[in-house]
């Protein structure tokens, strides 16, 4: 099992950027695919975006596309999340995710979450 911890979140004007950071520890990170998922009041989880065990390969929802970008440090055990030109809608708390595929991310480890809020 891996243990994940998420930090970053805030408080941030529209337009904005906030990167946001996901330790984990436990399981050898290099196996893992990692991602980022959100969930808005009264919304249902939703995904935000993913980087594959290497890292080579990403994939983003298409509403964060261009101003998101998902990286990891093998290294470190840490996945980042830079977010820019942050909109009101960005607004949620934001979840590490961890498991063997990007596809099976959601069946995986999570954390415990951050908020992030973006004020207009």
């Known amino acids: 099992q891996v243990q994940l911890v998420e930090s970053g979140g805030g408080l941030v004007q529209a337009g904005g950027s906030l990167r946001l950071s996901c330790a984990a520890s436990g399981r050898t990170f290099g196996s893992l695919a990692m991602g980022w998922f959100r969930q808005a009041p009264g919304k249902e989880r939703e995904f935000v975006a993913a980087?594959?065990?290497?890292?080579?390969?990403?994939s983003y929802a298409d509403s964060v596309k261009g101003r998101f970008t998902i990286s990891r440090d093998n290294a470190k055990k840490t996945v980042y999340l830079q977010m820019n030109s942050l909109k009101p809608e960005d607004t949620a708390v934001y979840y590490c995710?961890?498991?063997?595929?990007?596809?099976?991310?959601?069946?995986?480890?999570w954390g415990q979450g951050t908020q992030v809020t973006v004020s207009s």
């Open positions: 995710a961890a498991d063997r595929t990007i596809a099976t991310l959601h069946l995986g480890s």
């Open positions: 980087v594959s065990r290497s890292g080579p390969s990403t």
